[in-house]
C-alpha cells in the first residue's frame, strides 16, 4: 500500500517536474551574467577556455570552497577509518587474502601508469587552452595511482601505505595552501582576494593567462592527492573485519 | 513515414531529449531513496537523484546551435559566434566534485555502520539505533562517560544468552 | 574591510595545514586553530564596532564587480552574526582533547572544526546564491565528519550521521535544483541583482517552485517541520557541546540563509502564508513530542524545533518588521539553547533520575530555572517581549489570528512539561541523590553561567537593545 501510495506520489511529482520544465526558456537562456563573461572574458584573464575563466576567476572562491569540502570529506573517511591502522599489530593479514596479480596485468600497468601520469599532467596544464582542467586532470592521476594499488595488492606493505599516507598529507595540505597564498599574495599587495596578476601573455601560448595555470595546477595536485588518499583509506579495510 | 520523421525532428529536439533524461534521473532517485531499503542501494539512489539535478543545472546554459565556449584559431569572427553559458558548465563542475566528496564519505558511514550492526538493511538499523540513543540517556551523559561500549548493548546481550541456553 | 575576507580563507589555510604540521609537532598544530580564532575575533569585533548605523558595503572577490563575479555582502547583521560565530566556536573548541595517537589522524577533528568555520562565515557573509550553497555543502560535510566521530560510540554515531546525511544531502540537492530553476529563469546568482529581476521573471509558477524547492533543501538544516527527523538522533548521540552549537548556531545560519532569499527576492503574499502554516506545524509538533519526552537531550532537541518554528512564524510577517523579530528570536534561542545543552551536561539525562537535584545543587536548578522562564517568555525576561511583538504583529496579518491561538496553546504545553521537569528537581528525595548531579567538564558548566548572564544583562537593557535590532534589521538589504 505504501508503494502505491510512493508510486502516486512520484507521477504526480515528474507531473509537476515537467510542468515547470515547459516554463523554462528552453534553448534560449537569459544569459544576464554570461553574456557579458563570454565578451570580456578573454581580455580580462587572458585564457581562451573560457570556463576556466568562470571556475578561477569569476567564481573562484567557489572552487576554494569545493576544494575545501574535498579536504573534509577525505579528512572525514580518515578520521573514521583511522582506528583500524592504530590496532593494526599483526602485519601478517595483509599477505594472506591478496592474491597476486599475473603477469599480462602487471606489464599492462607499467605500460598504462605513466600514460595516465602524462595525459592528466597534460589536461592540467592547458586547463585554461582547451578542455579539462584541474579537477579532470586530478582525478586521471588518481586513477593512475589506483590502478598501481588494484594491479600490485601485495606489495603494500603496512609501512609502504603509511609512508604514502605521509607523503599524501602533505601533497594535499601544500597545494591547498599554495592555492590560497596565491591569493593572498593579491590582497595584500591591495587587490582583491584571488585577483589575477601577472601579464596575459600571447593568447593561446602555454604561458598565458597570469596566475590561472598555477591556480589550475595547485587544484589538480590537491584533487589528485585527496582523491587518492581517499581510495586508498578505503582500499585499507580489512576485508575481514567486514565479514563474520 | 517521412512525415512520422519530420514531426520527430521538429519535436524531439536535444534539449527535450536531454531534459527529459534530468527528469528521468531526479524520478529514479526520489523512487530509490523513497522505497529501497538496503542501505547502500540507498546511497546509489542519492548518487542517480544528483545527477539529475546537474544535469538540470548544465542544461540552464543551452542555447539553439551554441558551441562549447572555447576559443579555437579556427574561428574568425568573434562577435558572430553563439556560445553556450559557461557559467552553469564552471557550476556543475563544483557541484559534481562536491557530489563525489559526500559519496566517500557516506562509503565510510556504511562501512561503519555495518561493523557496529552487522546489517544494511535501514528499517533495522533504525529500530537498533532508537534502542542505542534510549540506552545512552539511561546511563550518564556522553562527555563523562567512562564505561566500554558493550555496556549499552544490554539489549543484545541478554539475547545472545538466551540464543545459548 | 577587504581584510574581512580572511573569515573565510584564514579558517581555510589553517584546516589545510594543520595535518601536515602535525606530522612535524602535534602541539604546535593544536594552537593555529585557537589562535585563528582570536585573530579574527580582533578583526571583526573592530569592524563591527567601526560599522555606522545603516552603513554597508561589499567585498569583491577576483576582482570583478557583482553580478559578475563573487560578492560577500557586510552590513551590521551579518557582522554580528560573524561575531557570534567566533565566539560559539571558541566556547565549543575541543579544549579538552588531549590524547592522539601516533598516526595524527584525529588531529584532522581540528581541521573539522575549523571548516566548520569557514563555511558559517561564508553563509553569513556571502551574498551569491551558488556561493552560499558551496558553503552549505561544505558546512553539512564537516558536519557529517564530527557527527560521526564520537569517542566509544563510533557505531552508533555513523548510523545516526548517515541518516543525518540521507535527508540532508537530498535536501541539498533540491536546493541545487532550485538554484538551476531560477538560473535557467533568470540568467543570474547575485541574490541582489535577483531582486532587480525577480518581478518579471520569478513571478511565476517556476520561480515559485524554485523557492519551494530551496526552503525544503535549507529547511533540514533549520529543522523545520516536514524535514527534521534527524534532530532528536543526532542530538542524541553527539557530546554536549557540540549539540550547543548545532541547536544555537547552525540552524540559525540556515535561517538566516532562507531569509535573505525570502526577504530579497520572495516577498509574495503565497509564499508568506505558506511560511507561516510551516512555522507553526514546527511549533505545535515541537511542542507535542517535547511534552512526551523523557529525557533531557530529546526535550531540549523537540523545544529547539519548536522555536525554530517560531522564527519562521515570524519571518511570515511581511517587510521588515519580520526580519526585526526573527532575528531576535534567534538571538534569544541561541543563548538561551546553547546555554540549556551546556548545563545539561551537569544533570542526569534521564527526567526520573532527576529528582532531588536542587538538594544536590541548588545552583544549577536555578539557573535552569531561569532560562527557561526566558525560553517561555515570562515577563520580565527578554522572550516575553519577543513573543509579545510576535503576537502583536500576527494579528495584522491573514490567518494571523490561527497563528496567534497556535502559538499560545503550544506555550501552555511547553510551560506544562518544564514545570513538570522543575517540580521533580526540586522535590526531595534522597534515592537519587548520587546520580542527578554529573561532573562534567567545567569549562560547559562556566560557558552556560556567562551565557545566563548576558541573558540577564539583556533583561535589563531590552528598551535600547530592541530598538538596535530593530535599526539593524531596518538597515539590511
Given at each position: 500500500m505504501s508503494k502505491f501510495s510512493t508510486l502516486i506520489f512520484i507521477s504526480g511529482l515528474s507531473f509537476l517536474l515537467i510542468v515547470i520544465t515547459a516554463q523554462l526558456p528552453i534553448a534560449h537562456p537569459p544569459m544576464l551574467i554570461g553574456q557579458y563573461i563570454i565578451d570580456h572574458a578573454v581580455q580580462d584573464t587572458g585564457v581562451t577556455n573560457i570556463v576556466t575563466s568562470v571556475v578561477l576567476a569569476y567564481r573562484g572562491l567557489d572552487t576554494l570552497g569545493e576544494l575545501a569540502i574535498l579536504f573534509t570529506a577525505a579528512s572525514g573517511v580518515g578520521l573514521l577509518l583511522s582506528n583500524k591502522l592504530n590496532t593494526k599489530l599483526q602485519p601478517s593479514t595483509k599477505t594472506v587474502r591478496l592474491s597476486n596479480s599475473n603477469f599480462i596485468i602487471e606489464h599492462a600497468l607499467n605500460l598504462l601508469f605513466p600514460l595516465l601520469l602524462v595525459v592528466g599532467f597534460y589536461v592540467i596544464f592547458h586547463g585554461h587552452l582547451t578542455p579539462g582542467g584541474g579537477f579532470q586532470g586530478g582525478v586521471i592521476i588518481a586513477s593512475a595511482f589506483f590502478l598501481n594499488i588494484l594491479a600490485k595488492p601485495y606489495k603494500s606493505s603496512d609501512s609502504e601505505i603509511e609512508s604514502t599516507h605521509n607523503n599524501l598529507t602533505i601533497i594535499e595540505s601544500l597545494s591547498g595552501v599554495t592555492f590560497i597564498a596565491i591569493g593572498l599574495y593579491a590582497l595584500i599587495s591591495g587587490h582583491d582576494f584571488l585577483e589575477p596578476f601577472l601579464s596575459h601573455g600571447q593568447l593561446g601560448s602555454l604561458w598565458s593567462a597570469g596566475t590561472l595555470p598555477f591556480l589550475y595546477i595547485a587544484v589538480g595536485l590537491k584533487v589528485g592527492a585527496e582523491l587518492s588518499s581517499l581510495l586508498i583509506t578505503l582500499y585499507d579495510i580489512d576485508s575481514e573485519e567486514l565479514t563474520d | 513515414m517521412t512525415h512520422f520523421a519530420n514531426y520527430l525532428t521538429t519535436y524531439l529536439t536535444t534539449e527535450i531529449i536531454l531534459y527529459t533524461g534530468a527528469i528521468g534521473l531526479l524520478v529514479i532517485g526520489l523512487l530509490g531513496l523513497l522505497v529501497l531499503k538496503n542501505i547502500f542501494r540507498l546511497l546509489l539512489s542519492l548518487v542517480i537523484f544528483e545527477s539529475g539535478a546537474n544535469l538540470f543545472l548544465v542544461l540552464s546554459g543551452f542555447r539553439a546551435n551554441g558551441i562549447a565556449p572555447i576559443l579555437t584559431s579556427?574561428?574568425?569572427?568573434?562577435?558572430?559566434l553563439v556560445m553556450n553559458d559557461p557559467v552553469p558548465q564552471a557550476l556543475v563542475l563544483t557541484a559534481i566534485v562536491i557530489g563525489v566528496g559526500i559519496q566517500a564519505l557516506a562509503l565510510s558511514l556504511i562501512i561503519k555502520i555495518y561493523q557496529r550492526y552487522r546489517t544494511l538493511d535501514m528499517n533495522e538499523i533504525h529500530r537498533k539505533l532508537e534502542q542505542d540513543i534510549a540506552g545512552i540517556s539511561q546511563s550518564t551523559p556522553l562527555a563523562s562517560q567512562e564505561q566500554p561500549l558493550y555496556l549499552y548493548q544490554k539489549n543484545s546481550l541478554v539475547q545472545n544468552n538466551e540464543g545459548e541456553k | 574591510m577587504k581584510m574581512l575576507s580572511l573569515l573565510v580563507v584564514l579558517p581555510l589555510i589553517g584546516a589545510f595545514l594543520i595535518p601536515a604540521i602535525a606530522r612535524i609537532s602535534v602541539s604546535i598544530a593544536k594552537f593555529i586553530g585557537p589562535l585563528i580564532l582570536l585573530y579574527l575575533l580582533s578583526i571583526t569585533m573592530p569592524a563591527f564596532m567601526e560599522l555606522q548605523s545603516g552603513q554597508s558595503s561589499a567585498i569583491h572577490f577576483a576582482g570583478f564587480l557583482p553580478p559578475y563575479g563573487i560578492a560577500f555582502y557586510i552590513d551590521e547583521l551579518s557582522l554580528l552574526f560573524a561575531n557570534i560565530i567566533l565566539i560559539a566556536f571558541l566556547m565549543v573548541w575541543p579544549w579538552n582533547k588531549n590524547n592522539f595517537s601516533d598516526n595524527h589522524s584525529e588531529i584532522r577533528e581540528y581541521s573539522l572544526y575549523l571548516l566548520l568555520l569557514a563555511a558559517s562565515s561564508g553563509l553569513v557573509l556571502s551574498s551569491d546564491l551558488f556561493n552560499l550553497y558551496v558553503f552549505y555543502e561544505l558546512l553539512a560535510v564537516a558536519s557529517y565528519g564530527l557527527i560521526a566521530k564520537q569517542p566509544k560510540i563510533e557505531g552508533i554515531a555513523s548510523a545516526a550521521s548517515f541518516r543525518y546525511l540521507l535527508l540532508s544531502a537530498s535536501g541539498s540537492v533540491l536546493l541545487l535544483l532550485g538554484i538551476a530553476l531560477i538560473y535557467s529563469l533568470t540568467?543570474?546568482?547575485?541574490i541582489a541583482h535577483l531582486s532587480s529581476v525577480a518581478n518579471e521573471s520569478l513571478n511565476t509558477f517556476a520561480g515559485v517552485a524554485a523557492f519551494l524547492l530551496i526552503l525544503i533543501g535549507i529547511g533540514v538544516k533549520a529543522e523545520m517541520f516536514p524535514v527534521n527527523s534527524w534532530v532528536p538522533e543526532v542530538y542524541g548521540v553527539i557530546s554536549r557541546p557540540l549539540s550547543a552549537l548545532f541547536a544555537g548556531l547552525i540552524s540559525k545560519i540556515a535561517v538566516l540563509f532562507i531569509a535573505k532569499v525570502l526577504l530579497m527576492v520572495y516577498q509574495q503574499d503565497s509564499i508568506l502564508t505558506m511560511i507561516l502554516f510551516i512555522g507553526v506545524l514546527g511549533v505545535l509538533t515541537g511542542e507535542l513530542i517535547a511534552y512526551r519526552a523523557r529525557d533531557m537531550v530529546r526535550m531540549l532537541s523537540f523545544s529547539s524545533i519548536a522555536q525554530l518554528g517560531l522564527v519562521f512564524t515570524a519571518l511570515a510577517i511581511p517587510g521588515k518588521t519580520g526580519l526585526y523579530i526573527a532575528v531576535a528570536f534567534m538571538l534569544h534561542h541561541l543563548v538561551v539553547k546553547s546555554a540549556l545543552f551546556f548545563l545539561s551536561e551537569k544533570m542526569h539525562s534521564n527526567h526520573e533520575h532527576l529528582k532531588g537535584l536542587y538538594h544536590q545543587s541548588p545552583f544549577i536548578v536555578i539557573l535552569f530555572i531561569f532560562l527557561i522562564l526566558s525560553l517561555l517568555g515570562i515577563p520580565p525576561f527578554p522572550g516575553f517581549w519577543i513573543k509579545l511583538n510576535l503576537v502583536l504583529n500576527l494579528s495584522t496579518i491573514t490567518y494571523g489570528n490561527v497563528a496567534i491561538a497556535i502559538v499560545l496553546l503550544a506555550t501552555v504545553i511547553e510551560a506544562a512539561y518544564l514545570f513538570t521537569l522543575v517540580k521533580k528537581m526540586l522535590a526531595n528525595d534522597e534515592s537519587n541523590k548520587q546520580i542527578a548531579y554529573q561532573t562534567g567538564y567545567q569549562s560547559s558548566y562556566l560557558f552556560a553561567v556567562l551565557l545566563a548572564i548576558i541573558l540577564l544583562v539583556s533583561t535589563f537593557n531590552i528598551s535600547s537593545l530592541s530598538k538596535s535590532i530593530e535599526n539593524m534589521a531596518n538597515n539590511t538589504n
Open positions: - | 579556427t574561428q574568425e569572427n568573434m562577435s558572430q | 540568467g543570474t546568482l547575485n
